[in-house]
């Protein structure tokens, strides 16, 4: 007769959340710089307009600024 013996490792915690995280999706820590850029030969208008939709699509309470 074989007995079964429970594995005496505990089951791995989940990583710790850290408050920006808990919004869900893809977001990057704060203080983190992104970069975004234009296709060669982009104006200044090309590049505001993509701004501009870049910060429409970000969740209310996400900001995107030009440096």
């Known amino acids: 007769m074989s007995d079964v013996v ?4 505990p089951e791995r915690l989940p990583e710790p959340e850290a408050e ?3 919004e869900g999706g893809a977001v990057l ?3 983190v710089t992104v970069v975004l850029r234009g296709p060669e ?4 208008t090309d590049l505001e307009q993509a701004l501009e939709a870049a910060r429409a699509a970000l969740p ?8």
């Open 6 to 9: 429970p594995d005496p490792r």
């Open 20 to 22: 920006w995280e808990s």
């Open 29 to 31: 820590p704060p203080g």
């Open 41 to 44: 030969g982009a104006t200044d």
């Open 60 to 67: 209310e309470g996400y900001r995107l600024e030009r440096d």
